[in-house]
């Protein structure tokens, strides 16, 4: 095991299953990066995608905010679970992987009407917090960080203790999904980065 992968562990989680889950997340985007024509973050790689952010998709370990209004007991901070689903009192598991938060609330007001538990339900979902990011390669402390909005290629490189003095510092790829498929394209430093994003900081040649 090499002194940089020691250094991986920025955090501990809650439970082995949690553990086990984001480890295989992170093995699932390396082999990707593996399975493509390159992987180096330098000038091989064809330029990321630009993909103008559309609706926010929710995604394992977002963190929201529902209000049902006359239901108290439903109301409250969820997470996005491993299977992709928020765990509800009174009416069990709602589906939300890839859903925006307004067709969130259409699932949770349907699930209300069916079980009949309120006549004209009224929903509202917001995020509270979004699903992490990860910043591997040539900086001090790679590993997974809180996803921040306006969070830029440099700023994540600053959050994970900036560039070591192996780094291409004026180079970067990201490994991103895009429409469902892992996608790797170099990027800048000023390029924004997204919730589950792979940011990697190359290592220059001497």
Do not use: W
Request: hydrophobic letters at 40%; one cysteine or more; charged letters at 20%.
């Amino acid at each position: 095991m090499s002194a940089q992968t020691k250094r991986y562990p920025v955090r501990s989680f809650g439970n082995v299953r949690t553990v086990v889950a984001r480890g295989c997340a992170i093995a699932a985007l390396t082999i990707a990066c593996l399975s493509a024509e390159s992987c180096s973050s330098g000038p091989d790689l064809p330029p990321l995608p630009d993909t103008p952010p559309g609706p926010y998709l929710l995604g394992v370990d977002d963190q929201v905010r529902i209000i049902s209004f006359g239901e108290d007991q439903l109301s409250g901070p969820f997470r996005v679970n491993d299977r992709g689903e928020i765990a509800m009192p009174l009416i069990g598991s709602v589906p939300a992987l890839g859903l925006t938060t307004t067709e969130l609330e259409a699932k949770i007001k349907q699930r209300l009407l069916k079980d009949k538990l309120l006549l004209d339900p009224s929903v509202s979902v917001e995020v509270l917090g979004y699903r992490p990011i990860f910043i591997l390669g040539e900086v001090s402390k790679p590993g997974q960080y809180p996803y921040q909005p306006g969070m830029t290629v440099l700023t994540a490189v600053a959050v994970a203790g900036g560039f070591t003095y192996r780094a291409r510092s004026q180079e970067a790829s990201i490994l991103r999904k895009i429409a469902g498929h892992p996608v790797e394209g170099r990027v800048t430093r000023e390029t924004e980065v997204r919730p589950g994003d792979v940011v990697n900081i190359p290592e220059r040649f001497f």
